[in-house]
């Protein structure tokens, strides 16, 4: 071949293989044409290494009897499917969650269904669902103590879906010219009969609760209350707004009546208590000129525990592993795995908490990829978990997030006594 | 008298500005660009320098001057996310986050050039007085000032096709007239019901070297919904109004 015909061809193939040179786009009708029905969702992958704690208190209540070595490794994979079906003013929506799971225990699988429920708009200012839904009360990041008809999330995980309540629901919404720019009513009621939100608190009780929400010269302003019934009465308010373009203020705060909590003393008695307690939040949301956006929020639990509490059960703790270390019974242990999942085990426990997360999006011209850091620091025991994270989407409907955590502490403070010193894992999410 | 001739129409070759009302050529171009309340489909396409694309498309419904609503109804990993604009407050709506949380005109909630002001646009002359037109034959340039320190970009230049009204190219700066993006009007289309407008927002910007993102535009219409649609409360429902 001439050297001419193969430069011709050279430029030929280079030609075709740029998309982009000459390239028309276009935009067809069929791409937005809407049908139906909808089904959608994600398939999830996320190998994770964790590294004992050996020493700590949390670890002994659960491998007191058992051997894992330095490290162990879980693998989730989890299918997450939604779907709507849509005719004239009704619409059926349904989420599920099917989760198979591999850790040091073997395999188990577990499925839900998150949300399922009948949605009727008679008119743009007004809708109803009945059904398992989610409300997610509250304007706080990582925690929002006024989500009072929604499960705990997870602040290590805010935006995970939650699997809902079963509850009927409706909405107005009326729109103003003036200071009072809009208003809406959402009542809802939350039935906790047999096996039906027998997770939600006490049975056979009707619990009715309410949000109103304002746009207030620009701040947006909710005021809640839940009854009481399968929980004990709690109101509460919330606030948004901007006070820069690029600085936002938000805050929340509950009043819970008859909170109680089951607690621990030294001599490992256990008893309840109740009393009415108040738990906020204030929190802000900055965006700088580099496109870092920081994350800052201070929330006071006022369910959670007292400092004193928690060393005594960590000593509860000690006591039952000596005892069973010395050729005796493991019940103390037992008593205190019960109280760990019944309370002393859950995240954030205590009473006062810090929450920074900073994301940078798309430093060094890296189109999609957006690094953090998340810290959650236990005001009160001065322990802390610290996560740096890196998030790819570059891949249409591709999400590629590769993050560690570092739990820190001193013995006997939240953090220190966790089972794991450190996490890593890899997620891969696909959606569909 | 030659010399007072001379300083008359050396003047008068000057003054053409000052004929033109930058206000209402603002106006107008507006008007020109969409109705005051309509209903609309926006592909938006990032391209990167390798040529790798990403695509999102997304259903808008904006009514009078200061209220917009937008909602993507792809990829399926953003499907579903909406977007909400009343003046100066703007929110995003995550179904899995479940809840409206406040976002920034200079944010972009899909990465690339394009940012929220440019998904969520109102009027322009909503957001911008006009400090001064120029006419160079073919086109103006109008200078624009925004009005309140939280519009994204603090002053515009914007060419305008005389024929057409329209705009051919405008360059967003900052208060210290550094570039921040530059944006393409092309493919004038007629969308039906007197929308005659450019089908194609192409932009690139100096901070993103050799990456474009370019807006595409279809099912332009008219459509008038109730001021109840652009609140937080029926972020979920966006899609009903489709």
């Given at each position: 071949?001439?050297?001419?015909?193969?430069?011709?061809?050279?430029?030929?193939?280079?030609?075709?293989?740029?998309?982009?040179?000459?390239?028309?786009?276009?935009?067809?009708?069929?791409?937005?044409?809407?049908?139906?029905?909808?089904?959608?969702?994600?398939?999830?992958?996320?190998?994770?290494?964790?590294?004992?704690?050996?020493?700590?208190?949390?670890?002994?209540?659960?491998?007191?009897?058992?051997?894992?070595?330095?490290?162990?490794?879980?693998?989730?994979?989890?299918?997450?499917?939604?779907?709507?079906?849509?005719?004239?003013?009704?619409?059926?929506?349904?989420?599920?969650?099917?989760?198979?799971?591999?850790?040091?225990?073997?395999?188990?699988?577990?499925?839900?269904?998150?949300?399922?429920?009948?949605?009727?708009?008679?008119?743009?200012?007004?809708?109803?669902?009945?059904?398992?839904?989610?409300?997610?009360?509250?304007?706080?990041?990582?925690?929002?103590?006024?989500?009072?008809?929604?499960?705990?999330?997870?602040?290590?995980?805010?935006?995970?879906?939650?699997?809902?309540?079963?509850?009927?629901?409706?909405?107005?919404?009326?729109?103003?010219?003036?200071?009072?720019?809009?208003?809406?009513?959402?009542?809802?009621?939350?039935?906790?009969?047999?096996?039906?939100?027998?997770?939600?608190?006490?049975?056979?009780?009707?619990?009715?609760?309410?949000?109103?929400?304002?746009?207030?010269?620009?701040?947006?302003?909710?005021?809640?209350?839940?009854?009481e019934?399968?929980?004990s009465a709690r109101y509460?308010?919330?606030?948004?707004?901007?006070?820069?373009?690029?600085?936002?203020?938000?805050?929340?705060?509950?009043w819970i009546t008859d909170s109680?909590?089951?607690?621990?003393?030294?001599?490992?008695?256990?008893?309840?208590?109740?009393s009415d307690v108040?738990?906020?939040?204030?929190?802000?949301?900055?965006?700088?000129?580099?496109?870092?956006?920081?994350?800052?929020?201070?929330?006071?639990?006022?369910?959670?525990?007292?400092?004193?509490?928690?060393?005594?059960?960590?000593?509860?703790?000690?006591?039952?592993?000596?005892?069973?270390?010395?050729?005796?019974?493991?019940?103390?242990?037992?008593?205190?795995?019960?109280?760990?999942?019944?309370?002393?085990?859950?995240?954030?426990?205590?009473?006062?908490?810090?929450?920074?997360?900073?994301?940078?999006?798309?430093?060094?011209?890296?189109?999609?990829?957006?690094?953090?850091?998340?810290?959650?620091?236990?005001?009160?025991?001065?322990?802390?978990?610290?996560?740096?994270?890196?998030?790819?989407?570059?891949?249409?409907?591709?999400?590629?997030?590769?993050?560690?955590?570092?739990?820190?502490?001193?013995?006997?403070?939240?953090?220190?006594?966790?089972?794991?010193?450190?996490?890593?894992?890899?997620?891969?999410?696909?959606?569909? | 008298?030659?010399?007072?001739?001379?300083?008359?129409?050396?003047?008068?070759?000057?003054?053409?500005?000052?004929?033109?009302?930058?206000?209402?050529?603002?106006?107008?171009?507006?008007?020109?660009?969409?109705?005051?309340?309509?209903?609309?489909?926006?592909?938006?396409?990032?391209?990167?320098?390798?040529?790798?694309?990403?695509?999102?498309?997304?259903?808008?419904?904006?009514?009078?001057?200061?209220?917009?609503?937008?909602?993507?109804?792809?990829?399926?990993?953003?499907?579903?996310?909406?977007?909400?604009?009343?003046?100066?407050?703007?929110?995003?709506?995550?179904?899995?986050?479940?809840?409206?949380?406040?976002?920034?005109?200079?944010?972009?909630?899909?990465?690339?050039?394009?940012?929220?002001?440019?998904?969520?646009?109102?009027?322009?002359?909503?957001?911008?007085?006009?400090?001064?037109?120029?006419?160079?034959?073919?086109?103006?340039?109008?200078?624009?000032?925004?009005?309140?320190?939280?519009?994204?970009?603090?002053?515009?230049?914007?060419?305008?096709?005389?024929?057409?009204?329209?705009?051919?190219?405008?360059?967003?700066?900052?208060?210290?007239?550094?570039?921040?993006?530059?944006?393409?009007?092309?493919?004038?289309?007629?969308?039906?019901?007197?929308?005659?407008?450019?089908?194609?927002?192409?932009?690139?910007?100096?901070?993103?070297?050799?990456?474009?993102?370019?807006?595409?535009?279809?099912?332009?219409?008219?459509?008038?919904?109730?001021?109840?649609?652009?609140?937080?409360?029926?972020?979920?429902?966006?899609?009903?109004?489709?």
């Open positions: 071949m001439p050297k001419r015909s193969l430069y011709n061809l050279l430029w030929i193939i280079l030609f075709l293989a740029s998309p982009c040179l000459g390239e028309e786009f276009t935009f067809d009708l069929t791409e937005v044409e809407k049908k139906p029905y909808h089904v959608g969702g994600y398939l999830e992958l996320r190998p994770t290494l964790f590294g004992l704690d050996r020493d700590s208190n949390l670890y002994k209540v659960r491998f007191y009897n058992q051997d894992e070595g330095k490290t162990t490794e879980q693998l989730v994979s989890i299918l997450q499917l939604e779907g709507s079906l849509e005719k004239g003013i009704a619409t059926l929506f349904a989420r599920a969650n099917f989760e198979l799971n591999h850790t040091y225990l073997g395999w188990s699988d577990q499925g839900s269904l998150f949300e399922g429920y009948l949605s009727l708009k008679p008119s743009q200012s007004m809708h109803f669902n009945l059904g398992k839904q989610t409300m997610k009360w509250g304007k706080g990041y990582a925690w929002n103590p006024v989500a009072f008809v929604d499960r705990l999330k997870n602040p290590d995980e805010p935006d995970l879906n939650l699997e809902g309540f079963f509850m009927a629901s409706a909405s107005f919404i009326k729109s103003f010219d003036g200071p009072l720019k809009n208003f809406s009513f959402t009542p809802v009621f939350l039935p906790a009969y047999g096996d039906m939100n027998d997770d939600f608190g006490e049975t056979g009780k009707l619990n009715v609760a309410a949000k109103l929400y304002f746009l207030y010269y620009d701040t947006d302003i909710d005021l809640m209350f839940l009854s019934g399968s929980r509460g308010f919330d606030f948004s707004r901007n006070l820069l373009t690029n600085l936002e203020i938000h805050g929340e705060f509950a109680k909590r089951i607690v621990i003393d030294e001599a490992g008695k256990v008893s309840q208590t109740e108040a738990s906020f939040l204030i929190g802000f949301r900055y965006l700088s000129m580099q496109e870092t956006t920081y994350i800052f929020e201070y929330y006071h639990n006022g369910t959670g525990f007292t400092q004193d509490e928690v060393e005594n059960f960590f000593s509860f703790i000690n006591v039952g592993y000596d005892t069973y270390l010395a050729g005796r019974s493991d019940a103390l242990l037992k008593r205190a795995q019960s109280l760990s999942e019944s309370g002393y085990g859950r995240a954030n426990v205590m009473k006062d908490y810090l929450y920074l997360r900073i994301s940078q999006k798309e430093p060094f011209d890296i189109l999609y990829f957006t690094p953090a850091i998340t810290w959650i620091f236990n005001v009160d025991d001065q322990s802390f978990s610290l996560s740096p994270e890196l998030l790819y989407t570059g891949v249409t409907n591709l999400e590629l997030r590769l993050k560690g955590t570092v739990l820190a502490g001193q013995s006997f403070s939240e953090y220190g006594e966790k089972q794991n010193d450190y996490r890593i894992e890899l997620r891969v999410r696909y959606y569909f | 008298m030659t010399a007072f001739i001379f300083v008359l129409v050396a003047l008068f070759a000057a003054a053409p500005v000052y004929a033109v009302d930058g206000k209402q050529l603002l106006e107008q171009v507006d008007r020109n660009l969409a109705p005051e309340s309509y209903e609309l489909y926006r592909k938006l396409i990032n391209i990167e320098p390798d040529g790798k694309k990403k695509e999102f498309v997304l259903f808008t419904v904006k009514k009078g001057k200061d209220k917009i609503a937008g909602l993507f109804i792809s990829p399926a990993s953003e499907k579903g996310r909406s977007t909400l604009r009343l003046g100066e407050n703007m929110w995003l709506y995550i179904p899995n986050v479940g809840k409206p949380i406040r976002i920034t005109s200079l944010q972009s909630v899909i990465g690339g050039v394009f940012n929220n002001s440019d998904i969520l646009q109102l009027d322009y002359s909503e957001e911008y007085n006009v400090a001064q037109v120029e006419d160079q034959g073919k086109e103006f340039l109008l200078h624009l000032k925004a009005k309140t320190k939280t519009v994204a970009y603090d002053q515009l230049k914007m060419w305008v096709d005389k024929d057409k009204v329209s705009p051919t190219k405008i360059e967003c700066l900052t208060e210290a007239s550094m570039l921040i993006k530059t944006l393409y009007f092309t493919d004038i289309k007629d969308f039906g019901r007197g929308i005659v407008r450019p089908a194609s927002v192409e932009t690139d910007s100096p901070l993103y070297k050799g990456y474009k993102s370019i807006m595409l535009f279809a099912n332009f219409k008219k459509r008038e919904v109730a001021d109840e649609v652009f609140t937080l409360t029926f972020m979920p429902n966006i899609d009903s109004l489709r």
